[in-house]
Nanobody, 124 residues
């Protein structure tokens, strides 16, 4: 019922920028895109998946993992049912598969929906 599709991944050099986009379609029985908390997660080869950025419904609460704070910016566009991650000053350590996630509530039960992932590779 809810589908997320990432785009914008690729190969860049250290210090360059990349913008990831997550397009969202569908809805739950009691909520739509504007009601959902959204986030970006990344998983480097051999590592645990970690949440890099989070934005609440309405955009009033934004959180970043310490390693990306000051370099990455998460934003949402409720009119177009999409959200983005602007990544500046990329470093080799940012190399990972990046996933977008939406948390939607139906009858008080939270359900997580994930995109398929997009590869970001940063070379020196």
């Amino acid at each position: 019922q809810v589908r997320l599709v990432e785009s914008g991944g690729g190969l860049v050099q250290t210090g360059e920028s990349l913008r990831l986009l997550c397009a969202v379609s569908g809805s739950t029985s009691e909520s739509t895109f504007s009601d959902w908390a959204l986030s970006w997660h990344r998983q480097a080869l051999g590592n645990e998946r970690e949440r890099g950025a989070f934005i609440s419904r309405g955009g009033g609460s934004i959180l970043y993992i310490a390693s990306v704070k000051g370099r990455f910016t998460i934003s949402r566009d409720d009119a177009l049912n999409r959200f983005a991650l602007e990544m500046d000053n990329l470093k080799v350590k940012d190399t990972a598969v990046h996933y977008c996630k939406a948390e939607a509530f139906s009858n008080g039960v939270m359900t997580s929906f994930w995109g398929q992932g997009t590869q970001v590779t940063v070379s020196s």
